[in-house]
């Protein structure tokens, strides 16, 4: 009874604060120094002194070839991600479009990044704040064309974080034709689609099809991934991420940082 | 294509109407079916029944916001389902924020003893607008909007163990306004 009470008394709130809660995030929370990556510091001490030498002998090794692979797993293969307080712990998920993997890096240099340009429709993100996460939904309004809700998703990965088989994951959407580069002004890998998602048809719409374009960049030296994506098409994200500062904060992250070794590209849990 | 014109849509009943608000509000209406059902069968389904819902209610309703309104039906349709025992049930994150919230509120005096729900969800309002921006909105996304503590970290950029405590603060303050207003004892 107490739970259904509560229930029926949330959905009878007022407008205002569902809308303000679902358009923006307040200014003291954006400005935090807080880091978002769920993190075990205690253990990154005690083994900075051989995860050094390794990525000191990986270095050499990984500097020779791309530092992304990918494949295309198997439908019945499945993919365990950490669900924060369920009771089972866990959720599991199979069909995966594409995974991306990367070498075996036992540290990564933690990064924060700010956009040196975006296009006017973005522009209000811009600034002096530097982030490990922007998101561009709150300005979906002003690309009329949309088929979902992200003009712009810009997101940071670690190397270390998908040691041991761990994967970036695209699990919805279904890549076209991926193009590999190094782009030497930044010495950074890149891959980079565009991928589309179809919903079917059924009572209330006609068969849809979704679409974005992802833009994975990579530095294999410190371990890092920077993830691009959404509907501001594939030369706006090319742009953004050539005019992308980076720098690292001095932290050193490492698989035992991470609660998860997989995560998605296209929405999920991850 | 802005509310208006989906609204438009409505009214000359067009079927590219529900196309277009699927278009645009689609991932919102998803999350929060999916975050209080648990699973995307069941989440599938209340997002259907939540275009057929602004189907029926335009015209003549002209909702504005568009996007509450469609997100408001979702929730209701997806509570409805949940308490209905047709959704899979302990899994969700709906069901981890009810908890939540629960132990704020004693058993032993309930308070759908003392009050309906109309009358908590004004005493409710009024606490929230007394609250801080930042606490207003980690406290409407968990408990409205059901997100995981994880994705409110992400949202906020704070730590996951910083949102969990602001959270549990909120929450004492809400417990102490209901005892204050005397709706607990």
Known sequence: MKRELLSKAFGEMDDGFVLEAYRSVPEDAASASERIVQMKTKRIISIALAAALILALGIAAYAAFFSMDRRVPEATETFRIHWEDHPSGYLEWHNAKLAVTFPDTAESREIEFRPGWLPEELASLGGETWRDRLTAEQLADKYPNMTASQPMLIETYYMSMFNQGGALLLLYYTPEDIIEEHWDEQGVDVMRFHATQVLPANDFRPETKLEQDILLMSDPEAGWVVRLAGEAGMDTLVKVAKNLEIRQTGRVLTYDDFMDHYTFMDGGVG | ?185
């Open chain 2, 1 to 185: 294509m802005t509310d208006t014109q989906i609204i438009d849509l409505f009214f000359e009943r067009s079927e590219q109407a529900i196309e277009e608000l699927a278009k645009k509000h689609g991932a919102a209406v998803s999350r929060i079916a999916f975050n209080i059902l648990g699973n995307p069968q069941d989440a599938e389904e209340c997002v259907n029944d939540t275009w057929l819902g602004a189907w029926n209610a335009i015209p003549p309703s002209r909702p504005s916001p568009l996007r509450t309104f469609v997100c408001r039906i979702a929730r209701n349709l997806a509570t409805k389902k949940y308490h209905a025992g047709t959704a899979q049930k302990r899994n969700s994150q709906y069901d981890l924020a009810l908890d939540e919230l629960c132990e704020y509120i004693p058993d032993s005096d309930s308070v759908e003893d003392r009050c309906g729900a109309r009358e908590l969800a004004a005493a409710i309002d009024r606490f929230l607008d007394g609250l801080e921006p930042l606490d207003r909105f980690l406290f409407m996304r968990r408990y409205w909007y059901s997100d995981s503590l994880g994705e409110l970290a992400k949202l906020s950029a704070m730590s996951y163990g910083a949102v969990s405590v602001r959270l549990h603060r909120v929450k004492e303050k809400l417990k102490n306004y209901l005892l204050r207003e005397g709706l607990l004892v």
